[in-house]
């Protein structure tokens, strides 16, 4: 049913879709999810909308197979948890981004995507996709994990249902840490309808409160039931516990709504209901314009907490009248309201997973040091110096970045540092360390993005105290968002300078490194370490008359050479040379790149693409990219290293860093991808670690030309593949060779 109602959505919402000429009009076979007859290339337009997923739906199908893992039975139980929450935590910031985005659109005129949808035809599927997911997390969470994690011991229980004991604990909860905060605000003709912050539980309910004449008198009260708001308090824990071994818990909810006579005499339990709004969070700035951009981000992140409704939840049940009255007090329309059947903000969840209990959850990851850590009397600028090094997080620990940071700033030879930061989280020990390197008289830069969404506040409080330090800090290239993972450490060697250069994909962040997926590549190479200072001019002083060496940087070349080595790949193909690219990235989402990936599939190039997230290349389409995989890989970890991988008649180019194959990257953001020169790194990054993705048959999950995902079944015979827990039991690191540079 689900292939079918797939097929039917695609139909209406977009009737292009499915016409592709007037002599194939094609269905989906629903036991292959491919097309029955060969799509005919269209003549004057090759790379029409017709070939082209829409981003976003892309993206709920993505949302889709982070809630299939949290209704996967092989999962540990506080596991499924932690995913149902991440489900419910994406939406929202879906929400804030990209709905209040399509719907700013709307309000201008009726845009259309690449793939061929209205803007008002994207916002209608968008809506009909969540509510069946929606459904699905609160009937599960509901029917089957909660249950379960009672039989498990840990219970999440009504108020009515506590034995006395229990009920008296939470009473004095209530009155100790919760009351104190709670304020109940009525709408009446002295006080308007408050300001609902958004993501906060609220209560809602209608009361006729005794009031004294005068009162009445000068509200011109007839007797009319007043709407009254209760916030639930954002700091306060959203499980109260009631025994002692806080195993058991009721909702913070529960209890406010039991006790609102305490609140409100004239009040009834009954007549009290949920409700939770989203505000558009898509702040927009521009930087080119602003004269104090600090100060402008202050400003706009302000802005930010008053920024339009995009959605209301509410709970099932909650009358038609106060839904009618939500919904004009907030000016959405029905559209944008999502009842739900159970608990609100299930994101809030999360909090269960840190109860003790490792038999409820996956086993600790093993970190193993890199073997050429050991080599004892060596710092680390010794042995880069000698050999390109490989990290692979969280396999290995990210504490080797941390430590090259605090050597450098603790080595009297270190001169300079110039760092990027743009994910660093508010209690990183990098920025200390940079205070410190500053301290101790180094020359040191930081560009740190502002613009980095939902880290503002962080990266601003860094950015004020690295400047009170004396450190040189700069927001970047205006126009632009910094997105490159890139350090630049310049030290004194005798009677020369040598530049020390670290280029990754993943954020200097160790919090969220203990669970992203990513790679790191440290270098003394000659001509990357003046690419990175030629990237640092680029970003301090707007020089853009360079012409890099090896390093591949958006906006500058990154596109123009992805291009290059796609369409070398196809005349290789053309020319019977056997032709292959792997490409591992987060998402997929820029139609110059997509159409050349279909002409290279046509001359014959096997292709190979790991894509998390958003795809919008539609693979497997006989005539158009039938030499064309996509896999989705969802785990424990979130994956986020990009790989780039192009076989070049035996030789190989490969890449990493920060930049996935999206427009916004290629085109609106300084991006960096490093080429891995040393034939023993590229092994481990083909063989090893693109080899273990290709190999997944546990979490890996196909892409289909419907656009629907399908789990990778082993073959009869095959060993099961897990790629993120076959990092944990072979070892990553290489035997180096010495590469002299």
Not at 338 to 365: Q, V
Not at 395 to 409: G, H, K, L, Q
Not at 660 to 677: G, I, Q, T, Y
Not at 710 to 735: L, Y
Request: a negative charge; one cysteine or more; aromatic letters at 8%.
């Amino acid at each position: 049913m689900y292939f079918v109602g797939q097929i039917f959505l695609y139909t209406v919402i977009n009737k292009r879709f499915m016409t592709y000429t007037d002599a194939a009009r094609n269905l989906y076979s629903i036991e292959s999810g491919k097309l029955e007859e060969e799509l005919p290339l269209p003549v004057q337009q090759p790379h029409s909308s017709t070939f082209l997923f829409n981003r976003e739906l892309s993206q709920l199908e993505f949302f889709r197979r982070v809630l299939e893992e949290g209704m996967d039975e092989t999962q540990p139980l506080l596991e499924r948890l932690k995913f149902l929450a991440i489900f419910s935590s994406n939406l929202d910031e879906f929400f804030m981004i990209r709905v209040s985005s399509l719907k700013e659109k709307l309000s201008v005129d009726d845009a259309v995507s690449p793939d061929g949808l209205s803007t008002g035809e994207e916002l209608a599927a968008i809506r009909t996709q969540l509510l069946g997911m929606i459904e699905i997390q609160s009937r599960y969470l509901h029917e089957t994990l909660l249950p379960r994690l009672y039989e498990n011991g840990i219970v999440i229980d009504s108020y009515g249902f506590l034995p006395l004991a229990e009920r008296q604990t939470a009473d004095k909860y209530f009155e100790q840490k919760i009351y104190p905060m709670l304020t109940p605000q009525a709408v009446d003709p002295a006080h308007p309808f408050p300001y609902i912050t958004a993501g906060t539980l609220n209560i809602g309910l209608k009361v006729l409160p005794k009031l004294n004449r005068q009162v009445e008198e000068a509200l011109h009260n007839t007797g009319e039931h007043f709407f009254v708001r209760i916030e639930i308090p954002k700091f306060a824990p959203r499980f109260v516990p009631v025994n002692s071994e806080a195993t058991k818990f009721i909702l913070i909810e529960d209890l406010i709504i039991e006790k609102i006579r305490t609140l409100l005499p004239e009040a009834i339990p009954e007549s009290c209901h949920l409700f939770r709004v989203t505000r558009d969070a898509d702040v927009a700035l521009r930087d080119d314009e602003a004269a104090d951009l600090l100060h402008a981000m202050e400003q706009n992140l302000r802005q930010r907490r008053f920024g339009d409704v995009v959605r209301l939840e509410v709970s099932k049940g909650l009358p038609g009248e106060m839904l009618k009255y939500l919904g004009k007090s907030f000016e959405i329309t029905e559209d944008d309201v999502y009842e739900i059947d159970g608990a609100l903000d299930i994101g809030n969840f999360m909090s269960l997973c840190s109860l003790d209990r490792p038999d409820l959850k996956y086993e600790k990851l093993r970190v193993s040091s890199p073997q050429w850590l050991d080599k004892k009397g060596s710092s680390i600028f010794d042995i880069v110096r000698e050999r390109d090094v490989l990290l692979h997080h969280p396999y290995e620990p990210y504490s080797v970045i941390t430590d090259f940071i605090r050597d450098a700033a603790r080595d009297e030879d270190v001169l300079a540092i110039k760092m990027c930061l743009y994910r660093t989280g508010a209690n990183s020990p990098i920025p200390p360390l940079l205070i410190e390197a500053a301290e101790n008289g180094k020359q040191v830069t930081v560009l740190v993005e502002l613009k980095a969404r939902f880290d503002e506040e962080a990266n601003i409080e860094w950015a004020k105290r690295l400047e009170r330090a004396g450190v040189h800090v700069v927001y970047g290239v205006p126009g632009l968002k910094t997105h490159c993972k890139t350090t630049l450490i310049v030290r004194r060697e005798g009677e020369d300078l040598r530049r020390y250069v670290h280029i990754a994909t993943g954020n200097y962040n160790p919090e969220t490194s203990a669970f992203y997926t990513d790679l790191g590549l440290l270098t003394a190479d000659e001509e990357i370490g003046a690419d990175a200072a030629e990237v640092f001019n680029y970003l301090t002083a707007y020089s853009q008359g360079t012409t890099f060496r090896k390093l591949l940087v958006a906006p500058i070349n990154l596109r123009e050479k992805m291009i290059e080595l796609i369409k070398r790949e196809a005349s290789n193909a053309e020319r019977g040379i056997p032709a292959r690219i792997i490409a591992k990235m987060n998402r997929l989402a820029d139609t110059q790149v997509i159409h050349a990936l279909y002409e290279a599939s046509q001359a014959g190039v096997k292709i190979d693409l790991i894509v998390r997230g958003v795809c919008m290349l539609r693979p497997g389409v006989k005539g158009l990219s039938e030499n064309i995989t996509v896999r989705s890989i969802v785990g424990r970890l979130l994956e986020h290293s990009r790989i780039y991988y192009f076989a070049n008649d035996g030789d190989e180019s490969v890449f990493i860093g920060s930049s996935d194959w999206m427009s916004r990257n290629l085109n609106r953001r300084v991006e960096v991808l490093a080429p891995v020169k040393c034939n023993e790194l590229k092994r481990q990054l083909v063989d090893e670690i693109l080899g273990s993705y290709l190999r997944d048959n546990i979490k890996s999950r196909y892409l289909m030309s419907d656009g629907s995902y399908r789990k990778v079944a082993a073959n009869p015979g095959q060993e099961s593949h897990d790629s993120q827990m076959s990092f944990q039991s072979v070892s990553n690191v290489v035997k180096f060779e010495a590469i002299k540079h």
